[in-house]
Each structure stands twice: as structure tokens, then as C-alpha cells.
């Protein structure tokens, strides 16, 4: 389970990271204050800061947009408001009164951020302007006195026809940061001097909103001016816009926050955990019964975990070397020899035992040409050693902390130590019975029921 849980998670990771969120692009130096156009930074900015606007009803998405929208896996019905208008706004759509849309045509190479006239772009052409004032202070402008063909040729865009009519101002400047602009396309006409004069604009206020011509609004909202594209005399120079550069990182950001995952995605992430789930189990099964063989050979093991203890270990070992590295002829190849100094091995402190450890399969086959004392002192070991009473009073050494010791005698030592977070005292018996145990000669050696009986009684008197 632990394996097919890690697995899963590898798997979901590698296709978050697949969809991970693409750097969008923004200006450092942007600010919504009309010396440009660039509404779809604007939108992007607004629906970030977490603000949001209706969606929009529109029959008849152009199929340029349907098709941008599907290669990303998203439908324009089920984009966010923001999203929507500068989807339109980036492919050069405008919306007129009856929310048709119309194609917007920019001077070719330019995209829909770069069709704003600067306001000496529109004093150069003989036009003047009408001086407002924001609540806050700042200047803005609006125009005043200009004809069609003064607009015209300072106009950046040319739009489609459109019904829509108007009766303000066809060129304005001056924005806010918090300004989220609602894009519309109207329709001006007029006679002047006994010439009729047709232009087309951008407007970015609602209708209730607009104010009338030479009416400064309390707010200012930049006015884009459009030449109508049937008046253009050189189309060759005016092009659908270029693309900018949020769009197509917010839509792939929206597009993955908001997919779902298809049936070849789900196979792939099972096959993947699969792959990984299989040589894992296997691993991790080996690796329990590497660690259940480890522990149980450290239950075998002598309470020890302190430098004190420790050194009473060492001090046994020494009392007994001469012992052991010079056993007598009778002994050198014997079995029982053989199994008391692996026992000897086990009651060490990590890192000092130097012995080597008799497998049971030699020991059986040493055993087989043993004497019938030695084998009966193997049997006695092996009896104390199985013996159901000493499995149960084993405790792992890596469930004790030895503090430090309280008392010692001729034949044993007491410590102090933690266990299950409890203080528990320890009784250390290995340098008398290890003696014992460890004799030459067999008829000194005791009987593993005594050292049964020996330790039952200790637990009764110290328990």
C-alpha cells in the first residue's frame, strides 16, 4: 500500500509538472494612464488582483477565436468575463450595440496594443484639445475642435461598419491602475462647414457613463480613433492585428487549472504507477525482512548504552580472553566450544566483538563427532537460549537509554535507564553467569534450568 501510495504521488507530481504555470509576461513599467492600448495587460492585471466581470453572451465567436480556444481544451462560454473580453480584444473584435462583433485592422506589424494616438501625434495634425481636470488632480484631454480628416490621418486602426451611433468626443487620453475598460465600437457622423465627415472610435466607458461632447467627465477614459475601413484607400497597408504576449500564457495557465483528465492521461498515470509500484514492493518487501532478521539478532544482544556499561562489558571480555584464545586440545574443534563463544559474540557491545560467529549448520556438523558432554552442554545452551521464559524477558536495545549506575557488587551492577519513557532499573548478571557458563570444565557449567530459576527469582525481588 505504502508503495502504491508513493507511486501515485510520483505520478501526479510528473504531470503537475507538466502543467506547471507558465511565466506571464508583464511590463514593469505599465500603468493604465492612455499612451497606450494594451487592454489585455489591463484585463490580465484586474482578474489577477481578483476582480471579475459578467461573461458576455455573444452568438457567432469568430472561428479564429473557436479554434485558438479549442487547441487549449477551453470554449469561450466557459471563460471568466475577464478573459473573455481580452480574448476578443487581442484578435481585433470589438463589440457594437447589438453585441455583434466587429474585425478591428490595425497598420500592419502592430498589435491592438500599439493603436493609441499620443496627444502630440493628435496636436501635429492642426486638432486641439479640451483640458480636464481628475478628482485626484490629474490632467487629462479630450477632443475639441478636429475634423474627419485630421482624425483620420493620425488614426492608428480602422474597424468594420458599425451602427452604433455617438455624440462625444472621438479622441481622449488619462486612465487608472483599478480602470478596467469595457471596449465598444461607435459610430460618429457629422456636417461641418457644409462637409459630412464619417469616423469611427474606441470607447471604453458604458453608455451611461460617456459624457457628451466639450463635458469633462469626473474621471478620465481614453478614446481610440478608427478610420472606417471602406474609406481606406491603401488596404494593402492595414492587416489583421499581431498577437500579443499575455494572452497565450494566461490561456495555457487557465487551460491546465482547468482541465480535465482525459482517459490516455489516466492511463498513463496508472501505467506509471505500475512501473514504479512493482520493483518498489519488491524492495520494500526485502528491506522488512533485512530489518525483522537485524532485530531479532539485536534482542539477543546484551543490555548496554552507556560508556560505563560498556566498559563493564569490556572488563568481562578480558577476564575471559585468556580463557578463550587458548582453549585445550580437547575443546579447539568442539561444537559446545564453538556455540558458547557465538553466545559470548552476542552479549558484546556493538563494535568490540572480534569472534567469529559459527553458522548452525557448522555447529550441526561439528556437533555430529562431539562427545556426548560437549553435546550435552550444547543442548543446555541451546535449551536456555530458546527457552520460552528468556524470549519473553528479552527486550530490544534499542528500546532502552542506560542513564548511569546506581550500585555495583561482587557478582552484579545496577543502572538506571529509560524504557517506554519510563525509569526502570537494570540489573547487569553477564560477568557472573558468563563466567559460569563459559568454564572449561563441564561439571562447573550450571544447568539451564538453575539460570532459569535464577532469574525468576531476580524478577521477583526487584519487579
Same mark, same amino acid.
Given at each position: 500500500?505504502?508503495?502504491?501510495?508513493?507511486?501515485?504521488?510520483?505520478?501526479?507530481?510528473?504531470?503537475?509538472?507538466?502543467? /506547471?504555470?507558465?511565466?506571464?509576461?508583464?511590463?514593469?513599467?505599465?500603468?493604465?494612464?492612455?499612451?497606450?492600448?494594451?487592454?489585455?495587460?489591463?484585463?490580465?492585471?484586474?482578474?489577477?488582483?481578483?476582480?471579475?466581470?459578467?461573461?458576455?453572451?455573444?452568438?457567432?465567436?469568430?472561428?479564429?477565436?473557436?479554434?485558438?480556444?479549442?487547441?487549449?481544451?477551453?470554449?469561450?462560454?466557459?471563460?471568466? *468575463?475577464?478573459?473573455? #473580453? &481580452?480574448?476578443?480584444?487581442?484578435?481585433?473584435? /470589438?463589440?457594437?450595440?447589438?453585441?455583434?462583433?466587429?474585425?478591428?485592422?490595425?497598420?500592419?506589424?502592430?498589435?491592438?496594443? @500599439?493603436?493609441?494616438?499620443?496627444?502630440?501625434?493628435?496636436?501635429?495634425?492642426?486638432?486641439?484639445?479640451?483640458? +480636464?481636470?481628475?478628482?485626484?488632480?490629474?490632467?487629462?484631454?479630450? $477632443?475639441?475642435?478636429?475634423?474627419?480628416?485630421?482624425? &483620420?490621418?493620425?488614426?492608428?486602426?480602422?474597424?468594420?461598419?458599425?451602427? #452604433?451611433?455617438?455624440?462625444?468626443?472621438?479622441?481622449?487620453? *488619462?486612465?487608472?491602475?483599478?480602470?478596467?475598460?469595457?471596449?465598444?465600437?461607435?459610430?460618429?457622423?457629422?456636417?461641418?462647414?457644409? !462637409?459630412?465627415?464619417?469616423?469611427?472610435?474606441?470607447?471604453?466607458?458604458?453608455?451611461?457613463?460617456?459624457?457628451?461632447?466639450?463635458?469633462?467627465?469626473?474621471?478620465?477614459?481614453?478614446?481610440?480613433?478608427? %478610420?472606417?475601413?471602406?474609406?481606406?484607400?491603401?488596404?494593402?497597408?492595414?492587416?489583421?492585428?499581431?498577437?500579443? !504576449?499575455?494572452?497565450?500564457?494566461?490561456?495555457?495557465?487557465?487551460?491546465?487549472?482547468? %482541465?480535465?483528465?482525459?482517459?490516455?492521461?489516466?492511463?498513463?498515470?496508472? *501505467?506509471?504507477?505500475?512501473?514504479?509500484?512493482?520493483?518498489?514492493?519488491?524492495?520494500? @518487501?526485502?528491506?522488512?525482512?533485512?530489518? $525483522?532478521?537485524?532485530?531479532?539478532?539485536?534482542?539477543?544482544?546484551?543490555?548496554?548504552?552507556?560508556?560505563?556499561?560498556?566498559?563493564?562489558?569490556?572488563?568481562? %571480555?578480558?577476564?575471559?580472553?585468556?580463557?578463550?584464545?587458548?582453549?585445550?586440545?580437547?575443546?579447539?574443534?568442539?561444537?559446545?566450544?564453538?556455540?558458547?563463544?557465538?553466545?559470548? @559474540?552476542?552479549?558484546?557491545?556493538?563494535?568490540?566483538?572480534?569472534?567469529?560467529?559459527?553458522?548452525?549448520?557448522?555447529?550441526?556438523?561439528?556437533?555430529?563427532?562431539?562427545?556426548?558432554?560437549?553435546?550435552?552442554?550444547?543442548?543446555?545452551?541451546?535449551?536456555?537460549? $530458546?527457552?520460552?521464559?528468556?524470549?519473553?524477558?528479552?527486550?530490544?536495545?534499542?528500546?532502552?537509554?542506560?542513564?548511569?549506575?546506581?550500585?555495583?557488587?561482587?557478582?552484579?551492577?545496577?543502572?538506571?535507564?529509560?524504557?517506554?519513557?519510563?525509569?526502570? /532499573?537494570?540489573?547487569?548478571?553477564?560477568?557472573?553467569?558468563?563466567?559460569? +557458563?563459559?568454564?572449561?570444565?563441564?561439571?562447573?557449567?550450571?544447568?539451564?534450568?538453575?539460570?532459569?530459576?535464577?532469574?525468576?527469582?531476580?524478577?521477583?525481588?526487584? +519487579?
Amino acid at each position: 500500500m505504502a508503495s502504491l501510495m508513493l507511486a501515485s504521488v510520483l505520478a501526479v507530481a510528473a504531470l503537475a509538472f507538466a502543467q /506547471a504555470k507558465e511565466v506571464v509576461p508583464l511590463d514593469h513599467w505599465y500603468a493604465f494612464d492612455g499612451t497606450h492600448s494594451d487592454f489585455t495587460q489591463q484585463f490580465y492585471r484586474r482578474f489577477e488582483a481578483g476582480e471579475s466581470l459578467p461573461p458576455l453572451q455573444i452568438d457567432g465567436v469568430p472561428k479564429e477565436i473557436q479554434q485558438f480556444l479549442g487547441s487549449h481544451g477551453v470554449s469561450f462560454d466557459g471563460l471568466p *468575463g475577464l478573459l473573455q #473580453r &481580452a480574448v476578443i480584444w487581442d484578435f481585433g473584435y /470589438a463589440l457594437d450595440n447589438d453585441l455583434n462583433l466587429g474585425k478591428i485592422y490595425t497598420r500592419c506589424g502592430r498589435s491592438m496594443a @500599439q493603436i493609441a494616438v499620443p496627444m502630440k501625434a493628435y496636436e501635429r495634425t492642426g486638432c486641439t484639445v479640451q483640458n +480636464c481636470t481628475a478628482p485626484d488632480g490629474r490632467p487629462h484631454h479630450r $477632443s475639441f475642435r478636429c475634423n474627419g480628416l485630421q482624425m &483620420a490621418t493620425v488614426s492608428m486602426c480602422a474597424s468594420e461598419a458599425v451602427t #452604433r451611433p455617438g455624440h462625444t468626443s472621438m479622441w481622449a487620453d *488619462g486612465g487608472d491602475d483599478e480602470f478596467i475598460p469595457e471596449v465598444r465600437v461607435v459610430r460618429h457622423d457629422w456636417t461641418e462647414l457644409g !462637409k459630412s465627415y464619417l469616423m469611427f472610435a474606441l470607447h471604453v466607458e458604458p453608455d451611461d457613463s460617456e459624457k457628451a461632447w466639450s463635458i469633462c467627465p469626473s474621471a478620465p477614459s481614453m478614446i481610440i480613433p478608427c %478610420r472606417p475601413l471602406a474609406m481606406v484607400k491603401t488596404k494593402k497597408a492595414w492587416c489583421r492585428p499581431v498577437r500579443g !504576449k499575455v494572452l497565450g500564457p494566461w490561456i495555457r495557465n487557465y487551460a491546465n487549472d482547468h %482541465r480535465r483528465v482525459t482517459v490516455i492521461e489516466l492511463t498513463l498515470i496508472v *501505467g506509471a504507477v505500475m512501473i514504479v509500484a512493482v520493483p518498489l514492493a519488491r524492495f520494500l @518487501q526485502k528491506r522488512r525482512k533485512k530489518r $525483522s532478521a537485524q532485530e531479532s539478532m539485536e534482542d539477543h544482544q546484551a543490555i548496554v548504552g552507556s560508556n560505563g556499561l560498556r566498559s563493564s562489558f569490556n572488563s568481562l %571480555r578480558s577476564s575471559t580472553d585468556m580463557t578463550l584464545a587458548r582453549p585445550s586440545s580437547a575443546l579447539e574443534n568442539s561444537d559446545a566450544y564453538n556455540y558458547l563463544e557465538a553466545v559470548a @559474540q552476542q552479549d558484546e557491545p556493538l563494535g568490540t566483538a572480534t569472534w567469529s560467529f559459527k553458522s548452525g549448520k557448522e555447529l550441526g556438523q561439528r556437533a555430529s563427532v562431539s562427545s556426548g558432554r560437549q553435546r550435552a552442554a550444547l543442548r543446555t545452551l541451546q535449551a536456555f537460549e $530458546s527457552h520460552p521464559l528468556i524470549n519473553h524477558k528479552r527486550i530490544s536495545l534499542r528500546k532502552i537509554q542506560v542513564v548511569r549506575q546506581l550500585s555495583t557488587s561482587a557478582t552484579s551492577e545496577v543502572w538506571l535507564a529509560l524504557y517506554n519513557m519510563h525509569q526502570v /532499573a537494570i540489573k547487569h548478571l553477564i560477568q557472573r553467569l558468563a563466567r559460569r +557458563c563459559l568454564e572449561k570444565d563441564p561439571d562447573k557449567r550450571p544447568q539451564a534450568q538453575s539460570i532459569v530459576e535464577e532469574l525468576s527469582r531476580f524478577h521477583y525481588e526487584h +519487579c
